[in-house]
């Protein structure tokens, strides 16, 4: 266990400055119950005690918390805050901040499968280059960089935004921004707005893992092909607005609303 908290101790950009609190299983409050908190995943995992006692229990993962629960009510909560997710040996997984660890078995590899695709989702990776490839590079700006990855699983095209540490490391502030870009898009699911899929981490910079929109920006559109027509500009903005509603719904302001950011499918 000491060597992987040696090898975590450099994969803590992340980890937000803004929560003292220690990574440890708390009881829930109502409002964790809330309709409103998706249930990404539930099912069966088995923890081993220092002693190797194995338990059994069943779990629900949110965008936020794992929860504990039972036939009746939710016991036990473990907060989700950029945690790292490491995969271990037979079926197993490792939820890991702020030097606590918790490792997880599944009772199947379907299960495992499940598991690691759901908790991708909502935990920082440490994986990159074992899942995707980089392509070539489509756009950059003045701290990141995005390319065209593939991932070799599937071989699914996605693009990568890649954050080089050093850029922001020494600004708390794009810092902060980062990891709320990262919470926002995270609790995005609509159509007309681009997905984050996983978000990965190593010693020199943050992977976000992003759908990958194969028209370019707008406004590289309007150099190359002039004005809209009436009926693609009636399209474009009723898309936006669409977009804009979803986001007002779920208190999120854009703030950066430019030709730059609209992106054609």
Same mark, same amino acid.
């Given at each position: 266990?000491?060597?992987?908290?040696?090898?975590l101790?450099?994969?803590?950009?992340?980890?937000? $400055?803004?929560?003292p609190?220690? @990574?440890?299983? @708390?009881?829930?409050?109502?409002?964790?119950?809330?309709?409103?908190?998706?249930?990404?995943?539930?099912?069966?995992?088995i923890?081993?005690?220092?002693?190797?006692?194995?338990?059994?229990? !069943?779990?629900r993962l949110?965008?936020?918390?794992?929860?504990?629960?039972?036939?009746?009510?939710?016991?036990?909560?473990?907060? %989700?805050?950029? $945690?790292?997710?490491?995969?271990? %040996?037979?079926?197993?997984?490792? %939820?890991?901040?702020?030097?606590?660890?918790?490792?997880?078995?599944?009772?199947?590899?379907d299960? !495992?499968n499940?598991?690691?695709?759901? %908790?991708?989702?909502?935990?920082?990776?440490?994986?990159?280059?074992?899942?995707?490839?980089?392509?070539?590079?489509?756009?950059?700006?003045? @701290?990141?960089?995005?390319?065209?990855g593939?991932?070799?699983?599937?071989?699914e095209?996605?693009?990568? &935004?890649?954050?080089?540490?050093?850029?922001?490391?020494?600004?708390?502030?794009?810092?902060?921004?980062?990891?709320?870009?990262?919470?926002i898009?995270? &609790?995005?699911?609509?159509?007309?707005?681009v997905?984050l899929?996983?978000?990965?981490?190593?010693?020199?910079?943050? @992977?976000?893992?992003?759908?990958?929109?194969?028209?370019?920006?707008?406004?590289?559109?309007?150099?190359?092909?002039?004005?809209l027509t009436?009926?693609?500009?009636?399209?474009?903005?009723?898309?936006?607005?669409?977009?804009?509603?979803?986001?007002?719904?779920?208190?999120?302001?854009?703030?950066?609303?430019?030709?730059?950011?609209?992106?054609? $499918?």
């Amino acid at each position: 266990m000491n060597s992987l908290h040696s090898k975590l101790s450099s994969f803590s950009f992340l980890q937000s $400055t803004n929560h003292p609190q220690p @990574f440890l299983w @708390f009881t829930p409050s109502s409002s964790l119950l809330s309709e409103n908190d998706e249930c990404i995943h539930k099912g069966l995992l088995i923890t081993r005690s220092k002693k190797l006692i194995t338990h059994e229990n !069943y779990y629900r993962l949110t965008l936020t918390h794992l929860l504990l629960y039972d036939s009746t009510h939710i016991k036990l909560a473990l907060p %989700l805050r950029n $945690t790292h997710l490491e995969l271990s %040996l037979n079926l197993g997984f490792t %939820l890991s901040e702020y030097n606590h660890c918790y490792t997880f078995y599944c009772l199947s590899p379907d299960s !495992y499968n499940t598991w690691i695709s759901k %908790l991708r989702r909502v935990c920082v990776s440490l994986d990159f280059d074992a899942n995707y490839y980089l392509k070539e590079l489509i756009g950059k700006g003045s @701290f990141s960089k995005v390319y065209l990855g593939v991932r070799y699983k599937d071989k699914e095209e996605l693009a990568i &935004k890649i954050i080089k540490k050093k850029k922001i490391i020494k600004s708390i502030e794009s810092r902060k921004a980062l990891i709320k870009e990262i919470e926002i898009m995270r &609790k995005i699911n609509h159509p007309r707005i681009v997905k984050l899929h996983e978000v990965y981490e190593n010693d020199t910079s943050i @992977f976000l893992v992003m759908e990958y929109l194969r028209g370019g920006e707008l406004l590289q559109y309007m150099r190359s092909k002039g004005v809209l027509t009436e009926k693609n500009a009636l399209v474009v903005i009723k898309s936006t607005l669409e977009a804009l509603e979803y986001c007002h719904r779920l208190q999120i302001v854009h703030r950066d609303l430019k030709l730059e950011n609209l992106i054609l $499918t």
